[in-house]
């Protein structure tokens, strides 16, 4: 990137100190990229949700585009940020970028996650492999970037809790006539991705009380959200988390 490009404010919440500073010593390795660092202190439990807590953070940041990232991400060569960044600054109707997500079509009413990043630890591919830009209805919370004037129209919600605050902003999006998009990057997500739990469900439940009337379904990288159907708001995503969880300890475990 040039020096005229402009300034992203990477924002992340921190839990644990040595993850914060082993993602920071990634990033310090990025080149070509013109960004700041926002760090959110979370180590006390100062925040009730992620929402709660970028909001607040967003007041510190000065960038033009704003990176939200899990501080378990991490960049796999010295250009993997502003590769990833040079696409994003080049599309118009731009609502959220991730790295990845879930497509607009169902394939046996089952959701598909493209994204061309590694995850877990060891490191594994997983989804559908792109090799380039691909539109989508939700990207994943690991990271995703929107501008700061997206934000300003449609800051992060009061919904409470550490889930699903990607997937909302791409709702916002696609009512006000943007589009989201999965871009290729070359990162990984060493996370082991067992975070979710009962307030997955309910946040879950939140954003199909919200937006269900707009979306025959809801797509997101755990499960497939169908918002006309009463019983499978109540059965079917319990069922299915608990079959992602295992799905992923078995795999890992191999």
Request: hydrophobic content about 35%; proline content about 3%.
């Amino acid at each position: 990137m040039s020096k005229d490009s402009p300034l992203f404010s990477i924002i992340t919440i921190v839990n644990k100190e040595k993850v914060y500073e082993d993602f920071k010593k990634s990033l310090e390795s990025q080149k070509e990229v013109n960004y700041e660092l926002v760090k959110i202190d979370n180590t006390h439990n100062q925040f009730f949700s992620a929402r709660e807590a970028y909001n607040d953070a967003i007041k510190k940041a000065h960038g033009d585009y704003l990176v939200f990232s899990h501080p378990d991400m991490r960049f796999l060569d010295q250009y993997a940020l502003r590769d990833f960044l040079n696409q994003v600054i080049q599309i118009r109707d731009l609502g959220i970028a991730g790295v990845s997500g879930c497509l607009f079509e169902l394939h046996h009413h089952k959701s598909t996650l493209v994204t061309s990043i590694v995850h877990g630890d060891p490191a594994h591919h997983f989804g559908q492999l792109i090799r380039e830009t691909t539109k989508a209805q939700t990207v994943d919370e690991c990271l995703f970037v929107m501008t700061k004037d997206f934000y300003k129209q449609h800051p992060f919600s009061d919904i409470k809790g550490w889930h699903m605050y990607a997937v909302e902003q791409c709702l916002m999006a696609l009512l006000d006539h943007k589009m989201n998009y999965v871009i290729p990057a070359r990162m990984w997500h060493y996370s082991t991705g067992f975070s979710e739990n009962w307030q997955y469900i309910q946040t879950g439940r939140e954003i199909v009380r919200r937006y269900g009337k707009q979306f025959s379904s809801i797509n997101t990288t755990i499960t497939t959200w169908n918002t006309k159907s009463k019983i499978n708001l109540l059965v079917v995503p319990p069922v299915k988390l608990l079959k992602h969880k295992i799905w992923r300890k078995f795999n890992l475990a191999k």
